[in-house]
């Protein structure tokens, strides 16, 4: 099924929660402002921001993160990760993530802590976005295939307008590791 939902309306309910969470003036958070960095987020905010924004959409997003993924899928994460820092792979493998980081966003050298503390409030609202491009093929209700947007801004199917729910955030994550990993296998090989 389509996907419905517009980038712009979930960086406005991203910036609507962590106004909320950490006491801010919506105003003074921007689509670029680093969560944690900038706005002085912290875990259990970030556990938070998941978790209002996954009930909003009435999606799971991902609870493990994408290098973390690559050990599941690699055995290790040493292609992407070398003494703890990004490998150019690391970064593309991130670029094409669902957190879809920008070019020149990240950069080879930058640890882990670095990638989470120069997240912004695009990022986020791109994971719960591309989330759902993983929606069913076919409405479980009524085998519609058509998605739309109800005036709660929430994704319901056309024909019975039932609630859709994406593929669950970490599955999908993992699926995109394990493509860019075969792709980049192919590409040696
Ligand atoms: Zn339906």
Sequence with gaps: MNNPLELEQVVLSVRDILAQL????????????????????????????????????????????????????CGDAEAFLQAGRLTDDGVELLQQSLSAYAPGQLKAGMQPADVFAATTVRNWALQCHNLFNHLPAQCPECAGEQARLNDRQ?????????????????????????????????AVA
């Design 154 to 186: 929430q994704v319901v199917c056309v024909g019975c307008s039932a609630r859709l729910t994406p593929l669950d955030g970490d599955s999908v994550s993992r699926a995109l590791v394990e493509q860019f990993v075969a792709a980049r296998v192919a």
């Design 22 to 73: 950490l006491v801010l003036d919506a105003d003074e958070i921007s689509a670029d402002s680093a969560i944690v960095e900038e706005l002085g987020a912290d875990s259990l905010d970030i556990v938070d921001l998941s978790f209002q924004l996954g009930r909003q959409y009435a999606c799971s997003l991902p609870k493990t993160s994408v290098l973390d993924h690559t050990v599941a899928v």
